[in-house]
C-alpha cells in the first residue's frame, strides 16, 4: 500500500494550492481518507477527512471556509486550499484508513505518505 503527495510549494500569503494524493496497492474507494499536517516544532494535526462516500467532510476549525478536501471515484484525493496564510505553513500528510469512517484523529490511521512540503511568504 502507498500514498503519495504532491502539489506542494511556495506561495504567497492569499494564495491557492491544490494537493493531490494517489495511492495504490488498495481499494482506496471503500477507504477513509484525510489530509494531516504538521509544522517544525509542532505535533501532527487534524486538517481535513473525507469518508468512503464523501458524505462526510469534517474539516478543522483554522481551515474552515478556505480548503476543501475531494476525491474521485477511485484512489486519488484532494485538498483544494485557498486564502493561505502563514500559519499554514507546514509538511502535509495524507493517510487512509479502512474504516471509511471520516475519522480525525491520528491513530485511527494506518496509511501514510511521506509527506509534501508547503510554504507560504508574506
Known amino acids: 500500500v502507498q500514498l503519495v503527495e504532491s502539489g506542494g510549494g511556495l506561495v504567497q500569503a492569499g494564495g491557492s494550492l491544490r494537493l493531490p494524493c494517489v495511492g495504490s496497492?488498495?481499494?482506496?474507494?471503500?477507504?477513509?481518507m484525510a489530509w494531516f499536517r504538521q509544522a517544525p516544532g509542532k505535533e501532527r494535526e487534524f486538517v481535513a477527512a473525507?469518508?468512503?462516500?464523501?458524505?462526510?467532510t469534517p474539516y478543522a476549525d483554522p481551515v474552515k471556509g478556505r480548503f476543501t478536501i475531494s476525491r474521485d471515484n477511485a484512489n486519488t484525493v484532494y485538498l483544494q486550499m485557498n486564502s493561505l496564510k502563514a500559519e499554514d505553513a507546514a509538511v502535509y500528510y495524507c493517510?487512509?484508513?479502512?474504516?471509511?469512517?471520516?475519522?480525525?484523529?491520528?491513530?485511527?490511521?494506518?496509511?501514510w505518505g511521506q509527506g509534501t512540503q508547503v510554504t507560504v511568504y508574506s
Open positions: 493517510a487512509a484508513d479502512p474504516a471509511g469512517a471520516a475519522a480525525t484523529a491520528t491513530r485511527f490511521y494506518g496509511y
Open positions: 473525507i469518508s468512503w462516500s464523501g458524505g462526510s
Open positions: 496497492g488498495a481499494t482506496f474507494s471503500i477507504y477513509s
